[in-house]
Structure formats: C-alpha cells, structure tokens
C-alpha cells in the first residue's frame, strides 16, 4: 500500500522498526540460554523469582510471576515466583519511610533467599530504585537478570547484573514489545532445561 504522499509506506515503517530489535534478541540467543539456564538452576535447587520495575514494567513484573507460578500451558511445572509491584500498601509505606528508591531493595532485603533469582525490567537502565535492586539482590548472593531497553544505561555500565538482555531500541513501546517476547522465552526455556536430565546437575553448571 502506497502513502498518499507517496512517501513511505507508514505501516511497514512501524513493522520495520521492530525488526532490528527483535532480530538482535534472536542473535543474541547464547546469552538468553545461558541466563535461562542459571536460572533453572537456582529453581532447581529451591530458589524462587523476584520480579520488579517501575511504570508500565511493573505490570510486566506481574505478568511474568504469574507466568511462572500459573502456567497456561497444561502440563507445565508452576515454579515459585513472586512481583515486588503487586502490594501497594508496602510500595506506599517504603516509599513513605525508606524513599522511592528504596522500594525495591528493601523489599528483596526481607523477602528474598541467597538461593533466589531477581529479574528487573527497565525501560533505560537509570532508574535508580531498580539499580538498587539489583545491587541489594547481589549483595545477598542472588543471580541477577535484568531486561533493559536502548543501551542498558547505568545497569550495564555499572555491571549490575549478572545476565543483561537488550532490547535495543531507544522507542520504549518497543522496548516492551521486546521484554514481553524475551520474557516469555525467558519461560519457555526454563522449561526446556526442566525436561532435559542432567542439565541441572552441578557437574554441568556453566
């Protein structure tokens, strides 16, 4: 379909700006099996996911902990996963009394296990209240995924996490549309490495 002004084509405009995002995730595949695979691991070993972000990622943080803790898939195992987004009485009271940028960090302080595994969600990679977060999850041992927009920001400057996966796109509808597909595969494979024997074995932990 020609644009009336004859200039491009605005529909495939807006599909042709997901494909280069879409397209690195697929090359960057290595590295989601290898978070994938680590965190199997900890669910393996009786650990839980602890899922935050703010804004529209908190939703996502809700959506993936249900993900994995309800499976609509039948037949899939349901792994313990829980949302730091969910409970606004205690969002509204750290905030209250800790500060913003203390919602997460102090949350993971008492509900999470050296065992655990802690997934961030970022639009950028700046926002303070994730970075502390993750800095807070790594102090106690956690393994530590984020999924970060455009270049990863201060999260991937600062090394703060263990698994970094981009979506790299500075357009932060994008970015989510990339963070939905890459945490659902994100699922899918811990799944994969549930069904395969051995893998989860120390003798076989990258």
Same mark, same amino acid.
């Given at each position: 379909?020609? +644009?009336? &002004?004859?200039?491009?084509?605005?529909?495939?405009?807006?599909?042709?700006?997901?494909?280069?995002?879409? /397209?690195?995730?697929?090359?960057? /595949?290595?590295?989601?099996?290898?978070? +994938?695979?680590?965190?199997?691991?900890?669910?393996?070993?009786?650990?839980?996911?602890?899922?935050?972000? !703010?804004?529209?990622?908190? *939703?996502?943080?809700?959506?993936?902990?249900?993900?994995?803790?309800?499976?609509?898939?039948?037949?899939?195992?349901?792994?313990? /996963?829980?949302?730091?987004?969910?409970?606004?009485? *205690?969002?509204?009271?750290?905030?209250?009394?800790?500060? #913003?940028?203390?919602?997460?960090?102090?949350?993971?302080?008492?509900?999470?296990?050296?065992?655990?595994?802690?997934?961030?969600? &970022?639009?950028?990679? !700046? +926002?303070?209240?994730?970075? !502390?977060?993750?800095?807070?999850?790594? &102090?106690?041992?956690?393994? *530590?995924?984020?999924?970060?927009?455009?270049?990863?920001?201060?999260?991937?400057?600062?090394?703060? /996490?263990?698994?970094? #996966? #981009?979506?790299? &796109?500075?357009?932060?509808?994008?970015?989510?549309?990339?963070?939905?597909?890459?945490?659902?595969?994100?699922?899918?494979?811990?799944?994969?490495?549930?069904?395969?024997?051995?893998?989860?074995?120390?003798?076989?932990?990258?």
């Amino acid at each position: 379909m020609a +644009c009336p &002004s004859g200039g491009a084509d605005p529909v495939v405009a807006l599909f042709e700006r997901r494909t280069a995002p879409i /397209a690195d995730l697929a090359d960057h /595949a290595g590295d989601v099996a290898k978070a +994938c695979h680590a965190m199997a691991v900890r669910f393996h070993r009786g650990g839980k996911l602890v899922v935050f972000g !703010n804004g529209g990622q908190s *939703t996502d943080a809700q959506h993936v902990a249900v993900e994995f803790v309800h499976p609509v898939i039948v037949g899939k195992r349901a792994l313990p /996963a829980i949302s730091l987004t969910s409970d606004v009485a *205690t969002l509204t009271g750290v905030a209250a009394t800790e500060g #913003l940028a203390e919602i997460f960090a102090h949350q993971i302080r008492f509900l999470a296990e050296p065992t655990d595994i802690a997934l961030a969600l &970022s639009l950028d990679g !700046n +926002c303070l209240s994730v970075l !502390n977060g993750l800095d807070r999850a790594r &102090s106690m041992g956690m393994l *530590t995924v984020a999924l970060v927009g455009g270049d990863g920001g201060e999260i991937v400057v600062r090394g703060a /996490a263990d698994h970094v #996966l #981009l979506a790299r &796109s500075h357009d932060p509808r994008i970015v989510k549309e990339v963070h939905v597909t890459t945490y659902h595969v994100l699922w899918e494979l811990v799944h994969v490495f549930f069904e395969q024997p051995g893998v989860l074995e120390p003798a076989v932990v990258s």
